[in-house]
């Protein structure tokens, strides 16, 4: 293995674990012994052992077992108990890590440990920094639930550097495997039947879990800001209508709290996710609570096709949607922040020649350039704010699957695509990937691999592409409330299946998110069977 990947897998991690020294340091300063049992989840699956991980309180490092872990990722682990010595043999390094030393050998070359490896119990147990050092782990500690989740391909690092994954194997059947959770009109949750009801509304996130957990995935995006609204405690937006029935109402319970720690108790990771500049889903303002932006900011409001819109051109209203998100950074244990496509209609006439007029400041002379840096600044402003507050805290969006056709552009993709994210959203995601404002981007490929204008194929070629040679991860969002349907292509769930296996040729691409967890959930032409035996799932 490179030495830069070796220097780039250690930097990285040294900031995750550096997340842990906090609650170490918490645990350590209590006076009663900690009894509770730290827990470890592999991609969303327990991995169980005799001996537990434990925290050295004088140093605020954690340990874990190194076999049991290892053998999970599928390394070789010898032991040789008159040198004391551990050896992992894995795709590009040989490591040997002996009892009293504060190195380990990596190819022979020395790297530093937090601690020495120690021995409990006839386990070896290594430092956790070192684990996601030298294996390419994502490491996430939670303090309430008392657990370590382990994510492979889960490194912000460079993708042509390697992220725990052999070259080609793009994300196959490790990395992030998600599914969106959509809230608004009650699509996934909570069902409109549960309004008001908090015991029904847990029941049901519970089943949703459990079910997709056992299909595989490992991560859900929750819509947390269905329409300028909110499913947690805000004191800048009205509590969401889907929760209650009436806008404005609170729940007997925090939503998101209950989520959180019942998605992370299972091992599982949450991106909150927000619809950043929908304002209503009609235009009908009388049910809506005194505390709308509606009604609070009638001036930052565009009504277009049946829906209102909160005005991206209007700085006021940009940092106002930055401040609401910030609530739950700010507030909540979540891994990551999630925004969809919502930026300008993508069709139809959006009234903002005033505002072109008023708040044009860099005199930019065309209005789709100026309405695609409204949305440039926001993303940024957005991200910079995110990671001054919350470094360890994800930040991505998942844009429409066609950036532009390359009848339009050379650098566009080979599509023939009515609709494109540059084009008609005033979304120029190629710039956020290249000036690094995010952390990852969720193409939302929703054609087969034999779709004629916009190729499956073709999509992911040229997302793995533009991804290349930055720090952005990409994922693909898949499509399976389409199968059955009379598209082309969508007549099997070996449709999915076969997408999948298609990105193990890109080694760019770290994971997979479906849309939505309804579709999963009803087992279309049989893709649950199928996702579980392509995931491994017993």
């Given at each position: 293995?490179?030495?830069?990947?070796?220097?780039?897998?250690?930097?990285?991690?040294?900031?995750?674990?550096?997340?842990?020294?906090?609650?170490?340091?918490?645990?350590?300063?209590?006076?009663?012994?900690?009894?509770?049992?730290?827990?470890?989840?592999?991609?969303?699956?327990?991995?169980?052992?005799?001996?537990?991980?434990?925290?050295?309180?004088?140093?605020?490092?954690?340990?874990?077992?190194?076999?049991?872990?290892?053998?999970?990722?599928?390394?070789?682990?010898?032991?040789?108990?008159?040198?004391?010595?551990?050896?992992?043999?894995?795709?590009?390094?040989?490591?040997?890590?002996?009892?009293?030393?504060?190195?380990?050998?990596?190819?022979?070359?020395?790297?530093?440990?937090?601690?020495?490896?120690?021995?409990?119990?006839?386990?070896?147990?290594?430092?956790?920094?070192?684990?996601?050092?030298?294996?390419?782990?994502?490491?996430?500690?939670?303090?309430?639930?008392?657990?370590?989740?382990?994510?492979?391909?889960?490194?912000?690092?460079?993708?042509?550097?390697?992220?725990?994954?052999?070259?080609?194997?793009?994300?196959?059947?490790?990395?992030?495997?998600?599914?969106?959770?959509?809230?608004?009109?009650?699509?996934?949750?909570?069902?409109?039947?549960?309004?008001?009801?908090?015991?029904?509304?847990?029941?049901?996130?519970?089943?949703?879990?459990?079910?997709?957990?056992?299909?595989?995935?490992?991560?859900?995006?929750?819509?947390?800001?269905?329409?300028?609204?909110?499913?947690?405690?805000?004191?800048?937006?009205?509590?969401?209508?889907?929760?209650?029935?009436?806008?404005?109402?609170?729940?007997?319970?925090?939503?998101?709290?209950?989520?959180?720690?019942?998605?992370?108790?299972?091992?599982?990771?949450?991106?909150?996710?927000?619809?950043?500049?929908?304002?209503?889903?009609?235009?009908?303002?009388?049910?809506?609570?005194?505390?709308?932006?509606?009604?609070?900011?009638?001036?930052?409001?565009?009504?277009?096709?049946?829906?209102?819109?909160?005005?991206?051109?209007?700085?006021?209203?940009?940092?106002?949607?930055?401040?609401?998100i910030m609530e739950v950074v700010d507030n909540y244990d979540i891994d990551g922040v999630h925004l969809d496509d919502y930026f300008y209609p993508s069709s139809g006439v959006f009234n903002d020649d005033?505002?072109?007029?008023?708040y044009n400041s860099k005199q930019i002379p065309l209005l789709a350039d100026w309405r695609r840096d409204n949305i440039n600044e926001f993303v940024r402003q957005l991200g910079e704010t995110i990671h001054?507050?919350?470094?360890?805290?994800?930040?991505?969006?998942?844009?429409?699957?066609?950036?532009?056709?390359?009848?339009?552009?050379?650098?566009?993709?080979?599509?023939?695509?009515?609709?494109?994210?540059?084009?008609?959203?005033?979304?120029?995601?190629?710039?956020?990937?290249?000036?690094?404002?995010?952390?990852?981007?969720?193409?939302?490929?929703?054609?087969?691999?034999?779709?004629?204008?916009?190729?499956?194929?073709?999509?992911?070629?040229?997302?793995?592409?533009?991804v290349g040679g930055t720090n952005v991860k990409l994922y693909i969002g898949h499509s399976p409330y389409k199968l059955g349907t009379a598209e082309a292509g969508w007549q099997s769930a070996q449709e999915?299946?076969?997408?999948?296996?298609?990105?193990?040729?890109?080694?760019?691409?770290?994971?997979?998110?479906?849309?939505?967890?309804?579709?999963?959930?009803?087992?279309?032409?049989?893709?649950?069977?199928?996702?579980?035996?392509?995931?491994?799932?017993?």
């Amino acid at each position: 293995m490179k030495a830069s990947k070796w220097m780039t897998l250690f930097l990285l991690v040294w900031i995750c674990s550096m997340a842990l020294v906090q609650p170490a340091a918490a645990l350590s300063s209590q006076k009663a012994p900690i009894t509770q049992s730290i827990r470890i989840f592999l991609d969303g699956q327990a991995i169980n052992s005799d001996v537990s991980p434990y925290v050295l309180p004088k140093l605020n490092i954690t340990l874990v077992p190194l076999r049991v872990i290892s053998e999970g990722l599928g390394a070789n682990v010898t032991w040789d108990q008159s040198a004391k010595t551990a050896a992992i043999s894995w795709p590009d390094a040989v490591i040997q890590m002996t009892i009293g030393k504060k190195y380990a050998l990596v190819n022979g070359n020395q790297v530093g440990l937090d601690a020495s490896v120690d021995s409990k119990l006839g386990r070896v147990m290594v430092p956790l920094r070192f684990i996601g050092e030298q294996l390419g782990l994502q490491v996430i500690w939670n303090q309430k639930a008392y657990t370590i989740s382990l994510l492979t391909g889960g490194l912000t690092g460079n993708p042509n550097e390697g992220n725990g994954e052999e070259p080609g194997t793009g994300s196959g059947t490790s990395g992030l495997r998600a599914a969106w959770v959509s809230t608004v009109f009650n699509l996934d949750w909570p069902s409109a039947a549960s309004a008001g009801n908090s015991v029904k509304q847990q029941e049901e996130f519970l089943n949703l879990l459990g079910e997709l957990q056992n299909m595989g995935l490992n991560t859900v995006f929750v819509q947390v800001r269905p329409s300028a609204d909110a499913l947690y405690r805000s004191t800048l937006v009205p509590w969401s209508k889907y929760l209650t029935g009436t806008n404005g109402k609170a729940p007997d319970y925090d939503p998101l709290a209950f989520m959180i720690e019942e998605t992370h108790r299972r091992g599982m990771t949450f991106h909150a996710w927000f619809n950043p500049f929908r304002a209503n889903t009609d235009q009908k303002i009388d049910q809506l609570a005194p505390s709308h932006v509606v009604k609070e900011h009638p001036e930052w409001i565009v009504n277009a096709n049946k829906m209102q819109y909160i005005n991206p051109g209007i700085p006021d209203a940009r940092q106002h949607i930055i401040d609401t998100i910030m609530e739950v950074v700010d507030n909540y244990d979540i891994d990551g922040v999630h925004l969809d496509d919502y930026f300008y209609p993508s069709s139809g006439v959006f009234n903002d020649d005033v505002t072109f007029r008023m708040y044009n400041s860099k005199q930019i002379p065309l209005l789709a350039d100026w309405r695609r840096d409204n949305i440039n600044e926001f993303v940024r402003q957005l991200g910079e704010t995110i990671h001054r507050s919350k470094p360890q805290v994800s930040y991505g969006i998942s844009p429409f699957g066609v950036w532009r056709n390359k009848s339009m552009d050379e650098l566009g993709s080979d599509t023939k695509a009515s609709v494109t994210a540059y084009d008609n959203m005033y979304a120029d995601v190629r710039t956020w990937i290249s000036q690094g404002w995010i952390d990852y981007v969720v193409p939302q490929i929703y054609w087969s691999l034999s779709n004629s204008a916009a190729r499956y194929d073709t999509l992911v070629d040229w997302w793995s592409n533009v991804v290349g040679g930055t720090n952005v991860k990409l994922y693909i969002g898949h499509s399976p409330y389409k199968l059955g349907t009379a598209e082309a292509g969508w007549q099997s769930a070996q449709e999915i299946i076969n997408q999948l296996d298609y990105n193990k040729q890109h080694p760019e691409v770290s994971g997979d998110v479906f849309f939505s967890a309804k579709d999963l959930r009803k087992n279309p032409l049989g893709l649950i069977p199928a996702l579980r035996a392509y995931y491994g799932q017993p």
